[in-house]
Nanobody
Framework: QVQLVDSGGGLVQAGGSLRLSCTNSGRTFNNAAMGWFRQAPGKEREFVAGIRCGSGITEYADSVKGRFTISRENDKKTVFLQMNSLKPEDTAVYYC????????????????WGQGTQVTVSS
């Protein structure tokens, strides 16, 4: 069983930083990847960043490249999302996600979700 617990959201001014954390308290998978999605009011949930737990290879949405960094702990069960230079349009509920297999070139189709953490960026 997989249980994802995400945290670290909050209120920050534009230009500020936040760091989100997500821990998988359950089983792991050899080819798993973990990542972050976000959903703003009235919008669809969108992919933000992902990291392959084994290789550490990362991918980012174009909207966050150069500002956000995803990383993982050596135990491969905890991931972080360092968010810098935050903008009001980054305001959303951020969800941690895990996919059991994430093939190169494939979209990140989550198998498990965290409960979400609110990020609010004021202008």
């Amino acid at each position: 069983q997989v249980q994802l617990v995400d945290s670290g959201g909050g209120l920050v001014q534009a230009g500020g930083s936040l760091r989100l954390s997500c821990t998988n308290s359950g089983r792991t998978f050899n080819n798993a990847a973990m990542g972050w999605f976000r959903q703003a009011p009235g919008k669809e949930r969108e992919f933000v960043a992902g990291i392959r737990c084994g290789s550490g290879i990362t991918e980012y949405a174009d909207s966050v490249k150069g500002r956000f960094t995803i990383s993982r702990e050596n135990d491969k069960k905890t991931v972080f999302l360092q968010m810098n230079s935050l903008k009001p349009e980054d305001t959303a509920v951020y969800y941690c996600a895990l996919v059991k297999i994430w093939s190169s070139g494939a979209s990140f189709s989550a198998d498990y979700w965290g409960q979400g953490t609110q990020v609010t960026v004021s202008s």
